[in-house]
């Protein structure tokens, strides 16, 4: 019998999650394993015609032989069925969508997928499968993905959701059905129990989280605890809450988190109960509230993460100015460093207020120039300490409207907070990706760059940079960062490559640099330029500053020494041709001789001049993988001048191994950005340089969509060893018949392994999709399959494979790979066999039955060893 279970406290991802898996186990009967939210009992009563299920008690736990298991993967979770996982002859299907824990059932098969609800994980399986949605059915799963993402509010919520959601109401999801059950009206015991939460609520700061407790008595039990928690949480914005509310004996407590340092699992845990890291609840039986209250407390304190402090992501030493500087003097102040306020300390550095370009300019239009700036500061100061908490500082932000907050350190300025810095902290480093604010760009002061160095760059490469700036102010050079790392730098990306250039003899002073970091140093005297080689491994490009010029269309350069100018003359694009100083005083000045601030600044990718795709059409593929990368479009005039390029078949002149370095750059870019690239180029008509018979087809594009899904997961499955770059060129190759796409490998010089893993992917790994989706195969034959594969095809095979071929992957990776047999030649030989090809076969057949269990040890090996010797002797 199959039996479909979800968890106690029954939710509507868990009711949504087995009518969907009832749908792909269509024998299986549904069964509740405890009580059921008032509001899915609600829908349940009114729909019960069409939904069916069977009580716990009429059913004969040991006729189970599969389970399926939804909205949880913790055995203790199934009421009065936990003890059926891990019987003898009982399959367990698992599908969740909660990070997984120590308490998870062992042994299952587990298609969980870390998204917003786990009804779109079986969404997503449906889907795959073509199966017919009814109307319903829409509405029951859109009710599901609402409730367990906040209607895609909730921090674990991903674009998947939403995509579920996109198809659902396509299906006919009826939204006043999900309006209608999403938000019930609060019966008036809820209504009472809440008004007793919210009067009796506190706010407590544990480790710098503020944690907000509310606790509450009543006469009679009150269910939908966690319904109340939540509403009280949204009506007062809550980033954490913990309710206990003492019912019939015993203290039901709820608790809610929107914050990474809160795992409300974790905590309740400890409470005998337990849920997730953004929810979960637990009872407390024979406690008192104040008891109760005391151990949770107790428990915040021993599990609750620390908050960042400001002392972690203040910026420093900040700029100062006295308390008796002149306002002119300020004010060119100022204006040099691009700041808008600088903080005003007294003689003994004490702050004690803060002046900004609003105070100055209103000084200077009244004509008082002269007069010292402590008559026009602020004194109201809003600074803190450095323990104060990024929940305190973005209050005083929100609070105050400002932009900074000081830091102080026994009455001295230490560092300073900005937005940024909290933004940042808050969400990521990634959240402002290339983000270039409005305005800004052109302003970029020394000091302005100054600070974005020390927030980008690791400590060691900032070092590394002053040193490399002392030295060239010892010998006298003009030493300059360049390219990639400066446009990087000013667009907030990750980008450590360490490019300079020296106006001079470039090899000369990579050689000075090796000898005082303790490298060595890599020369290229016709080019004039050299790598330092740190002893960490890390990689400095040193090159004199030199011109270029190319004696024919898609040749390569001849290069002249020159100035710096020049040398940023010969780049691709105006993005990337800035400099930032390196030596002496000028460290950090930004160098833009053709615009490429402005470039910055309105998001464009611009050539230098109209001949640069015709002396490198190469920059056409650079060209779009910076417009896909940043989020960039072609200047007007560039689109036309790429566009006439390839109409003129220059792109055809370059050498395929010149092309193919560009094509790995674009395809080592993360989804999806690869194929907006291939689309990009496509509009473009370069497309059909590389191939004529290649077009953007329904099919690719499909492909595409799976590599974006599940890309980034296949690779982390089949280890870092892994280009990533090759499934994602193998499905723009993999419309082309097979030959053509060997031809074209073997054209474009990819290096032997490289071609055979893309053949792989366009030959095998579809033959082994249809293998593999069929009927359940034992391990030995899954490792047939698998074992000739490389890294890349088999990261290609769990993309576009369905459910079937994804799980074998999985089990091939983790458990089966590296399976070896314990026996080896030594023991044929000395059971009188020959050394012969029958070794490798012998082994071969012992180390299947090893992967199918049918020798389980050594002994077990030999005997079967023994048999086959004999009949291999025969």
């Avoid at 997730?276 to 637990?282: D, L, M, N």
């Avoid at 615009?595 to 990718?605: A, I, N, P, T, Y």
Wanted: charged letters at 25%; one cysteine or more; hydrophobic letters at 45%.
């Amino acid at each position: 019998m199959d039996v479909i279970l979800g968890h106690a406290s029954v939710d509507f991802d868990a009711l949504a999650s087995m009518v969907a898996a009832k749908k792909l186990y269509p024998e299986a009967v549904m069964v509740f394993t405890g009580a059921v939210n008032r509001n899915v009992r609600e829908f349940i009563a009114l729909h019960g015609d069409v939904l069916e299920f069977m009580e716990p008690r009429s059913l004969d736990a040991e006729a189970i032989t599969r389970l399926i298991v939804v909205d949880n993967r913790i055995a203790d979770r199934l009421g009065e069925f936990r003890g059926v996982p891990g019987s003898p002859g009982v399959e367990v299907f698992v599908y969740d969508h909660h990070p997984a824990s120590l308490h998870d059932m062992a042994g299952v098969k587990d298609y969980s997928e870390p998204l917003g609800s786990t009804t779109t994980v079986l969404v997503k399986i449906i889907r795959s499968k073509s199966m017919p949605v009814s109307p319903f059915e829409a509405t029951l799963f859109a009710l599901g993905i609402h409730e367990d993402t906040g209607s895609l509010t909730f921090a674990g919520t991903t674009y998947e959701d939403a995509e579920a959601l996109t198809y659902l109401m396509r299906e006919g999801a009826n939204l006043n059905v999900v309006m209608h059950f999403l938000g019930p009206q609060l019966t008036t015991s809820q209504h009472e129990l809440m008004k007793k939460l919210l009067s009796s609520l506190e706010m407590h700061r544990v480790k710098g989280v503020l944690v907000a407790v509310a606790k509450a008595r009543m006469e009679e039990y009150v269910e939908g605890a966690s319904l109340i928690a939540g509403k009280l949480a949204e009506l007062e914005n809550l980033d954490v809450l913990f309710t206990l509310a003492h019912m019939h004996g015993r203290v039901v407590v709820v608790g809610l988190s929107r914050l990474s340092q809160v795992d409300v699992d974790e905590v309740l845990s400890g409470l005998g109960g337990g849920g997730h890291a953004k929810a979960g609840s637990a009872v407390m039986k024979g406690y008192s509230l104040g008891r109760a209250q005391t151990r949770l407390m107790q428990l915040l304190e021993e599990r609750v993460r620390p908050l960042v402090t400001a002392g972690e992501i203040m910026s420093g030493p900040v700029k100062t100015i006295g308390e008796d500087t002149p306002i002119t003097e300020a004010s060119r102040r100022m204006e040099r460093t691009g700041h808008t306020a600088f903080p005003v300390v007294d003689d003994a550095g004490g702050l004690v207020g803060i002046i900004s370009r609003k105070d100055l300019d209103k000084a200077g239009h009244h004509g008082l120039g002269h007069a010292p700036v402590k008559g026009f500061m602020s004194r109201n100061l809003i600074a803190v300490d450095e323990g104060a908490s990024l929940q305190e500082i973005q209050a005083l932000m929100t609070g105050n409207a400002i932009g900074r907050v000081p830091v102080v350190r026994d009455g001295r300025v230490a560092g300073i907070v900005t937005r940024t810095d909290v933004i940042r902290a808050l969400h990521g480093t990634d959240y402002l990706r290339g983000f270039v604010p409005p305005g800004r760009v052109a302003g970029y002061s020394r000091a302005v760059v100054l600070e974005m160095m020390q927030r980008s760059l690791p400590g060691d490469v900032q070092a590394l940079l002053r040193g490399i700036s002392q030295a060239a102010e010892r010998e006298a050079y003009n030493v300059y960062l360049v390219g990639g790392v400066v446009r990087d730098l000013l667009l907030g990306f990750p980008n450590l490559d360490l490019d300079i250039v020296v106006e001079g003899e470039g090899i000369e002073f990579a050689r000075l640099l090796a000898r005082e970091l303790k490298g060595r140093v890599r020369s290229h005297r016709k080019f004039g330029t050299a790598v330092v080689i740190l002893p960490t491994g890390r990689r400095i490009d040193v090159a004199t500053a030199r011109t270029e010029f190319y004696e024919y269309p898609a040749a390569l350069p001849t290069v002249e020494i020159s100035s710096i100018r020049q040398d940023l003359y010969r780049r691709d694009f105006t993005i990337n041709a800035m400099a930032m100083a390196l030596a002496g005083e000028h460290f950090g000045e930004i160098l833009d001789y053709f615009g490429g601030l402005r470039d910055l600044e309105r998001r464009h990718v611009r050539i230098l001049h109209n001949l640069s795709f015709v002396e490198d059409p190469t920059r056409i593929f650079r060209a779009v993988r910076f417009e896909q990368r940043y989020g960039f479009q072609l200047e007007r005039q560039t689109e036309i001048l790429a566009r006439r390029a390839v109409e003129m078949e220059i792109v055809g002149k370059l050498t395929n191994a010149r092309v193919r370095d560009e094509l790995i750059d674009i395809f080592s870019e993360p989804c999806p950005l690869p194929f907006k690239a291939v689309e990009r180029l496509e509009d473009l008509g370069a497309l059909r340089t590389l191939h004529p018979e290649l077009v953007v087809s329904p099919a690719m594009r499909g492909r595409y969509r799976l590599l974006a899904r599940h890309g980034d997961e296949a690779m982390r499955l089949v280890g870092e060893g892994a280009k990533k770059w090759i499934p994602s060129l193998a499905a723009m190759l993999e419309d082309l018949p097979l030959q053509e796409s060997e031809k074209w490998c073997h054209q474009m010089r990819f290096k032997r392994d490289d071609t055979a893993a893309i053949l792989q992917c366009l030959g095998r790994v579809p033959e082994t999709i249809k293998a593999l989706s069929g009927e359940e195969l034992p391990p030995s034959r899954i490792a047939d399959f698998l074992d000739p594969l490389a890294g890349e095809a088999l990261a290609y095979l769990y993309v576009l494979g369905g459910p079937l071929p994804r799980a074998s992957v999985v089990s091939y990776m983790r458990k089966w790979k590296n399976m070896i047999t314990e026996i080896d030649g030594n023991d044929l030989a000395a059971l009188g066999l020959q050394p012969s090809r029958a070794y490798a076969e012998i082994l071969a057949k012992v180390r299947a039955a090893r992967l199918d269990g049918a020798v389980k040890n050594r002994e077990e090996e030999l005997k079967l060893a023994r048999r086959l010797v004999k009949k291999a002797k025969g």
